[in-house]
């Protein structure tokens, strides 16, 4: 499936909720999913700046194959980061470089995220796209 088509799938999903203490919660649910990083994975140089909750994000593979691993300590950033593994994991970095996350507008993420939050959002979505350009750089 491809990018936007999964970023269609995201913006159905979101849609059969209609309020957002339900999309929060879905969030939630989303990311109690996400499989837990090894305690040794958990560094500092894995830790993003500018999110308000730690978030820890791992690359790897090459320009062709990007697999990103990733969590936090708090609930719903732990939902936005499966939402951001979900369209972006396994994906080609050009893919990646050559496409915007409008599924963040549509479902309405950026109206209702704190700012603190939203600039987690920010700082996760910089991180992906880096370690896009730095496959296919090749470093």
Known sequence: MSIEATQREIVEEFALFDDWMDRYQYLIDLGRKLPELDQAEMTDDRLLAGCQSQV?????????????????DAAIVSGLIALLLRVYSGRSAREILDSEPHFVVEIGLSEHLSPTRANGLNAMLGEIRRQAERALDGR
């Open 56 to 72: 820890w994000l791992i690359a790897e593979g090459d320009a062709d194959h990007l697999v990103f691993r990733a969590n936090s």
